[in-house]
């Protein structure tokens, strides 16, 4: 009983800061929108160092997972939730990176916009949001209902990006002297893209928690 107690608190503790990594992973892409939109180059260059606490923290939880598997050695389902929570990790902390990736292009964008920035950039971020919380949520309490929802998603964003694509390449038709700036508007595209690609991921292992069955939909 004594162990069995010390595994629920100790993964109970796992859980707790696979949300909070959550939360800063959510901030991110939310500040990355927002240093794009208003040419923010100071808040896009704060977005390399919360990056590297998003490594620590997922380096921390990986100690932990590793301890619980040393210490405790769970079996069954217990070994599933755990080892899954490894796989999660490394995705919230990949998404963490396209948050950057955003930040750091605006941090070199140029002082005078000549390109405006196409409204389903804005679109993507937020689905972007939604889609990263409701994976976790999704992880945390095992849902397959939520896990559906934000695969079902995906193709809504891969649409969007698509879209954003064919319309920069119809503006670099018409005027391709603004094409570094809409290169760079494309490759913000494709983060936000990648972002839902990732909470997909984590989507998929929220699934196997419950059915035991890992697919992937991507």
Known sequence: MVLRKNFDEELNKL????????KIVESMIDDSITSLS?????????????DKSVDEMELNIEKQCMRLLIRQQPVAKDLVKVTSALKVITDLERIGD????IGEIVVQYPEKRSVTEPKRIKKMSEIA???VHQSVEAFLNASVGGADMVISTDDIMDRLFTEVKDD?????VEDSSSADEAV????????????????????????????GEHREFQ
């Not at 208003?38 to 919360?50: A, K, P, Q, V």
């Not at 396209?98 to 990736?101: K, L, P, R, V």
């Not at 920069?168 to 670099?172: H, N, P, Q, W």
């Not at 490759?187 to 419950?210: P, Q, T």
């Open 15 to 22: 859980h707790e800061d696979l949300a909070k990594m959550c």
């Open 184 to 211: 760079s508007l494309l490759m913000v595209a494709k983060y936000f893209e990648k972002i839902g690609d990732y909470a997909v991921n984590v989507a998929e292992w929220a699934r196997y928690l419950v059915t």
């Open 38 to 50: 208003d040419i923010d180059r100071e808040l896009g260059s704060t977005l390399s160092d919360i």
């Open 168 to 172: 920069l390449i119809k503006m670099l």
């Open 98 to 101: 396209q948050a950057e990736n």
């Open 129 to 131: 949001v939604a889609m």
